[in-house]
């Protein structure tokens, strides 16, 4: 496995580690151990993971590409309900 393999691999299980606390988060009991903020800066952190990656790379991790296209249909639920 190269090392471009490698840091393909850790950015997608961020991305991956990322979604799973985002799932426990919207637990009542876990809203209160992860706040926004921390939830923003760890967005921020997969953001400046996957351009590295990209520059370092040429390629876009899988997790990064669903990642993205999530917060988009997010963004669009958003806007539809108010």
């Known amino acids: 496995m190269s090392s471009q393999e490698v840091l393909i691999n850790v950015c997608d299980q961020v991305v ?3 979604s799973k606390i985002l799932a ?3 637990k ?12 923003k800066d ?3 952190l997969i953001d400046i993971l996957a351009a590295e990656t990209f520059a370092m790379t040429g ?5 990064t590409i ?4 999530y917060d988009l249909h997010r963004k669009i639920v958003m806007l539809i309900m108010g």
């Open 42 to 44: 760890l967005g921020r």
């Open 28 to 39: 009542s009991v876990a809203a209160k151990l992860i706040t926004t903020k921390e939830l």
């Open 24 to 26: 426990q988060r919207s």
């Open 16 to 18: 991956e580690r990322s």
């Open 59 to 63: 390629k876009v991790s899988l997790g």
């Open 66 to 69: 669903l990642a993205k296209s």
